[in-house]
């Protein structure tokens, strides 16, 4: 982790040093706060960014800093509290305090965000990006910025993405390399209908719980095995012994803020927000990397075989059914399936 926290910290240093020179309202004016911001006075702002990760997770240290750069960057007219370990309950709660005007920003998974607006699913959708930089080039670009809009009829938009890296198979007793190497078994997926679906089409059960649930679950042989990017390893390489790469999804985490809110900040505090944001995300990505990369060391040390003979294809073939399905039934959903498909 150590080495993890020093790649953050030095992306954020960048991020300040960018916000700093030039940035977004940093003019010589003075601001509410009394320091060079914006051309007139400036509302400020305490806001609440709550998520359901633990203090030492890449995401929770990456989210520090950034809230340390907007503070320093908008004049300390708005500065972020990051609320950590499913204090204000699961991601679908926090959605529900957003809604209700008590909670300001929180971090979910974009599952999460398509049972609000279903085009949001096409994130889930396996095998929808070809490669990683496919999936960078996507969630840095036009795409994701209409996706962010499509929640604001429910009191909420999206900010930015977070990199959670590529979802394979991880098992108790049998490694995954074809579909039917998952006939007769059962996987805990995301409460997602994307997910179940996912799972009927490659021939394996779906057994939908709480991430919490999992360790106990794959202990006991109520579920053989289950579906998450590497650092799932942090929590469950005790009971399990194959992690197999067939990369079928790349979920991103999204930040969403109260519409409410956005809608209250001056022009120069919504661009000190988005610019900042960004360079998190982009920063973020080098982090992430060397967080699985830790992970995965240590899994190895307490006896995981990480399989990578793993016929992608099958499983691209597989799931067909899906993209015929949200064709037929879908169109919405679809047409950013398409969008994604012919994008560079």
């Not at 991601?91 to 929180?106: F, Y």
Request: charged share 20%; net charge negative.
């Amino acid at each position: 982790m150590k080495r993890i926290i020093a790649i953050i910290l030095s992306a954020v240093l960048a991020v300040s040093v960018l916000s700093a020179c030039g940035g977004s309202g940093g003019n010589s004016n003075q601001s509410a706060g009394g320091s060079g911001f914006g051309t007139e006075a400036e509302q400020t702002f305490n806001l609440k960014l709550a998520h359901n990760l633990a203090e030492d997770h890449a995401v929770h240290i990456a989210m520090q800093a950034w809230a340390k750069a907007v503070e320093e960057s908008s004049g300390g007219t708005i500065k972020i509290t990051i609320i950590p370990n499913g204090t204000l309950g699961s991601e679908a709660d926090c959605i529900g305090q957003i809604q209700a005007g008590q909670l300001e920003m929180t971090k979910v998974s974009a599952g999460t965000l398509g049972n609000f607006k279903t085009e949001w699913n096409v994130v889930s959708v396996p095998y929808i990006f070809g490669s990683k930089e496919h999936y960078y080039n996507v969630m840095d670009g036009d795409i994701a910025g209409d996706l962010y809009k499509l929640t604001e009829g429910d009191g909420f938009v999206g900010l930015t993405w977070l990199d959670s890296g590529a979802r394979s198979f991880y098992t108790t007793n049998k490694p995954i390399r074809t579909p039917a190497d998952l006939s007769g078994l059962k996987i805990r997926t995301m409460d997602s209908q994307m997910a179940i679906d996912m799972m009927t089409a490659m021939g394996g059960a779906a057994n939908p719980m709480s991430y919490s649930e999992i360790y106990t679950a794959m202990q006991n042989h109520v579920v053989d095995g289950a579906e998450n990017n590497i650092t799932a390893m942090r929590d469950h390489a005790d009971v399990t012994k194959y992690y197999c790469f067939d990369e079928h999804t790349r979920i991103p985490d999204i930040i969403i803020i109260s519409k409410k809110v956005w809608d209250q900040f001056s022009d120069a505090q919504k661009a000190v927000l988005t610019e900042t944001a960004a360079e998190m995300s982009n920063s973020y990505k080098a982090a992430w990397d060397a967080f699985e990369a830790e992970v995965r060391e240590t899994a190895e040390q307490k006896g995981v075989e990480f399989v990578t003979d793993v016929d992608t294809d099958a499983f691209k073939q597989a799931c067909k059914s899906i993209y015929d399905n949200l064709k037929a039934n879908d169109p919405a959903t679809y047409a950013f399936v398409e969008r994604i498909q012919n994008a560079e």
